[in-house]
């Protein structure tokens, strides 16, 4: 039987003793616990410098390349009509700005429609083509008809006329069109219309009769013209020997008195009375009065042969006038009586004679109409998915009632500028006329029928820059001033200071200098030794500590080398040094000067930075791999585009047949890739070589597919007549292919041209191997310049220069820094051995703690064992002393 309570029948304490020696067993435990304390302390001391310096990198990632340390400041004198932003490459100054017009897009509107899903049309198959481009030698506006009688002679009554619901002031004097031009001029700034008279000129069938003036029977006779006599005749004058239409050109010719009064009068003469054809004309458009005045018997004159009687006459020549809009909106002609000044009530204006040009760079597109889309709401969304640069909507004015027709289609250029003015042709298919109901509707031609109303026009920002005229086809002004740009708000003046952003360096320098003391003191406190408390930082002595503060340390008391153009080699120069404890300090005053002497050259102490001998190479980045120093460039081939070079020199006109469509492959990979090739549509119609090379361009790359992935054509006519289309892109990615799907023949217009892939870039760099792709030319892996890219341009093979590339210190100690960070990083490294060293002591300890238990029952089933034998014992001696007792108590 066992002992449930040990020590009970031996009076041995069993527990006390196994404890005792179970204490002196598990002494080890505390070793282990004492390690992975330490272990895990380093972890954690491992984990504030991760922290530390991932804060230290963060605030270098503004410091790393130049353009952030170079920044100029533009600040305009008024901020509403302008704003500014300057690159590195501004030269600092006051510019003056003048904005007097703002760009705007070109929208156009439909008449009404009573619903916007009734059918227009007969359904008939027809394409409707857009394209892009600028007016040119034309105004938007109206042109008027002759004058009214009655105002010639009574003049413009007043309230007869209003523009844009300005009332023009008009009385019995507005008898002319130069009258009624000035009265409309006079409230331009108020209607924002312009008018200009056109010449009044006699007709010139006047003159085709001129008999002999006879006044032999006792009359006279008196021509003038605009209150000039410029013929006169007394009584008793025989036919043939007074005025004739020979003596009156004699009189009209020449430097004669009458030629001088009549210019006097600013009126010009044309043509001869002999010819039949005289004229007279006065530009301004003043009224030309033309008066036969007669006395008594005579024969002859204006409209008489020779002998037939002339009772006088008096003609009265009047211009015209055209209402000129400013911006190219809408005119609101109103009044009482516009007729009489030659004007139609109402809202209108068209371009008139005007010149369109189709802008190359902009895209063309069409659509097709068909019984399946010919709705208002159908042409909508057919030109919405188009993607060509045209956005349609439909729009209602409100109208509502029997009759109404208060939808309106509405089309708007997406881009504004004056190359964005819209033309829009249809055609029809299979040799058919495009619908005509159609071509009521969407038929617009600034150069011609125009059947959609402009309510506001294409047009450019215009402004002068210290005095210089620029234009702009968006509210952005670059290019005046060079790593400037404006962006116009409004009209007006001001002006705009571009000044180095000392101040945002000097943050910068500051901030670097903080951070790095900021790490210092926490790096520090990390391997510190106090000798007074004889407490140590948990890396104190370790290796990882100490090899990152020599590191940033010895970096920073480098010379940055590679680019010798630049005058700053080290921090101290602008007044950046280490003090005595360790940390950095800014001198002010040095930096100033530093800043004012250096601006530019502060980014190469802190940035990588590249530069070249040669400006045709520039600098696209590096990595970390890239070694600092100047290395020499020898290009052995240029990038160049892939090209379709046609053979036969375009006539005079080509004329593309209706339902032509092509198909283009641009830019195309191996293996293939769908998305490169599209289907165009050209639009039917004949076209010069000019207009041939845009309607190309525009037409493919119009393709939403090609420009969504960044590819572009042009296309250009040759000296030798023939046309040439060329991939925007550079390099053995870049080319293109067209083949015919239908209609007129590629053939016809490319000949027997065929198609040249692009090639890529190729040479080295410092005489080490470089990969070119297109235009980028990148050190190869292995040497010092692995990872430097280069961009390629110029047009020279060979030796182009040497390029220096250094590696300022934020961007050194950002790879530094990059090195210890980051999973693969060396602390990540370190951490992860601690952690694997404290998982394997808790695998050593748990294994002892096993052991201990294997231990512990051994000690209690030995001193249990001895429990039991030493109260087998006692029980034995008990009985024997008793039975001992009894005998003797027995003798």
């Known amino acids: 039987m066992s002992i449930s309570s040990p020590g009970i029948g031996s009076g041995l304490d069993v527990n006390s003793i196994v404890s005792k020696l179970m204490a002196v067993e598990s002494a080890p435990l505390t070793d282990f616990d004492n390690k992975t304390a330490s272990y895990q302390s380093q972890v954690s001391a491992f984990g504030t410098m991760s922290s530390a310096l991932s804060t230290f990198q963060s605030a270098l990632s503004g410091l790393t390349t130049a353009s952030s340390l170079q920044t100029l400041t533009s600040t305009p004198a008024d901020s509403t009509v302008v704003s500014a932003t300057a690159k590195s490459t501004a030269t600092a100054g006051t510019y003056r700005v003048n904005v007097t017009q703002l760009a705007q897009a070109q929208t156009l509107a439909s008449d009404g429609f009573k619903s916007t899903t009734a059918t227009v049309g007969s359904g008939a198959k027809t394409t409707i083509s857009f394209s892009l481009g600028t007016v040119s030698n034309s105004e938007f506006g109206i042109a008027g008809t002759a004058l009214a009688n009655s105002m010639r002679t009574s003049g413009l009554s007043a309230g007869s006329l209003a523009i844009n619901g300005t009332t023009i002031v008009t009385n019995n004097t507005v008898r002319s069109a130069r009258a009624l031009a000035d009265a409309i001029n006079d409230k331009t700034t108020t209607t924002g219309v312009s008018a200009k008279a056109s010449a009044a000129t006699t007709d010139a069938s006047l003159f085709s009769t001129f008999g002999d003036i006879d006044t032999s029977g006792g009359g006279t006779y008196t021509l003038s013209v605009g209150g000039v006599d410029i013929a006169v005749q007394a009584a008793g004058v025989a036919g043939g020997s007074g005025i004739t239409a020979a003596s009156l050109d004699s009189a009209l010719s020449g430097d004669t008195a009458i030629s001088r009064a009549l210019a006097d009068a600013n009126i010009t ?10 004229q007279f004309s006065n530009a301004d458009g003043s009224n030309v009065a033309l008066t036969e005045s007669v006395t008594g018997a005579v024969t002859g004159g ?9 009772i006088g006459s008096s003609v009265t020549a009047v211009g015209t006038i055209t209402l000129v809009s400013a911006d190219g909106s809408p005119i609101t002609v109103g009044g009482s009586d516009p007729a009489s000044a030659g004007l139609t009530a109402g809202v209108g204006g068209n371009y008139l004679s005007a010149d369109f ?65 819209m033309k829009i042709t249809l055609a029809g298919s299979g040799g058919a006329d495009p619908d005509p109901d159609l071509v009521s509707l969407l038929g617009y031609d600034p150069a011609g029928t125009q059947n959609l109303s402009q309510k506001s026009a294409a047009a450019d920002t215009k402004a002068t820059v210290n005095g210089i005229a620029v234009t702009s086809s968006s509210t952005s002004i670059s290019g005046a001033v060079t790593g400037v740009t404006f962006t116009a708000l409004k009209a007006g003046s001001t002006s705009v200071t571009v000044a180095k952003d000392t101040t945002t360096l000097t943050s910068s320098i500051n901030a670097f200098v903080s951070a790095y003391n900021d790490l210092n003191t926490q790096l520090s406190a990390l391997g510190a030794y106090d000798a007074d408390t004889k407490t140590s930082g948990p890396l104190l002595g370790d290796s990882t500590l100490r090899n990152l503060q020599s590191s940033i340390r010895s970096t920073l008391s480098s010379t940055i080398t590679g680019l010798t153009s630049s005058s700053l080699t080290n921090l101290s120069q602008i007044g950046v040094s280490f003090q005595k404890d360790g940390t950095l300090a800014v001198d002010s005053a040095k930096l100033t000067t530093a800043m004012t002497d250096n ?92 207009q041939l090379a845009t309607l190309l361009q525009s037409s493919i790359n119009g393709v939403s597919a090609f420009s969504t992935a960044g590819s572009s054509v042009t296309a250009t006519v040759g000296d030798d007549g023939t046309l040439k289309l060329a991939s925007a892109a550079y390099g053995s990615a870049s080319n293109i292919t067209i083949t015919t799907s239908s209609g007129t023949e590629v053939s016809s217009i490319f000949g027997s041209g065929s198609s040249v892939a692009g090639v890529d870039v190729a040479g080295t760099i410092g005489g080490y191997t470089a990969t070119g792709k297109g235009q980028t030319l990148t050190g190869a892996a292995g040497g010092p310049v692995d990872g430097l890219k280069l961009t390629v341009t110029g047009d020279t093979t060979g030796s182009r220069g040497t390029f220096g590339f250094s590696q300022g210190y934020a961007y050194m100690l950002n790879t530094l820094a990059a090195g210890y960070l980051g999973s693969s990083g060396t602390i990540a490294g370190r951490t992860k051995g601690l ?39 006692n029980s034995t001696s008990t009985f024997l002393t008793q039975q001992l007792a009894a005998i003797s108590a027995n003798n």
């Open 269 to 278: 003469v044309t043509g001869t009375a002999a010819g039949g054809d005289l």
């Open 835 to 873: 952690n694997a060293s404290v998982a394997d002591i808790a695998q050593q300890r748990a294994d002892f703690s096993s052991r201990l238990t294997d231990i512990e029952a051994r000690y209690r089933a030995q001193y249990t064992a001895l429990d039991t034998t030493v109260a087998s014992l």
């Open 302 to 310: 204006i409209g008489n042969s020779a002998g037939s009687t002339n």
């Open 599 to 690: 601006f530019n050259d502060i980014a190469g102490l802190f940035a990588a930075v590249g530069r070249g001998t040669d400006p045709d190479i520039s600098f696209v980045s590096s990595s970390t791999k890239t070694q600092a120093g100047s290395y020499a460039l020898n290009i052995t081939q240029l990038a160049t585009q892939g090209t379709l070079q046609g053979s036969t020199v375009l006539p005079a006109e080509t004329t593309i047949d209706q339902d032509t469509t092509w198909t283009v492959t641009l830019n195309d990979t191996t293996p293939p890739k769908l998305a490169n090739t599209a289907t165009i549509t050209l639009p039917a119609g004949t076209y010069n070589p000019s």
């Open 357 to 421: 040009t189709a802008d190359a760079t902009r895209t063309m597109g069409n659509i097709v109409i068909d019984s399946t889309n010919n709705t208002l709401q159908g042409i909508t969304d057919a030109i919405n998915k188009g993607n060509f640069g045209v956005t349609a909507s439909i729009v209602s004015d409100g109208a509502s009632g029997t009759g109404a027709t208060p939808y309106h289609l509405v089309l708007t250029s997406t881009a504004t500028g004056a190359s964005s003015t």
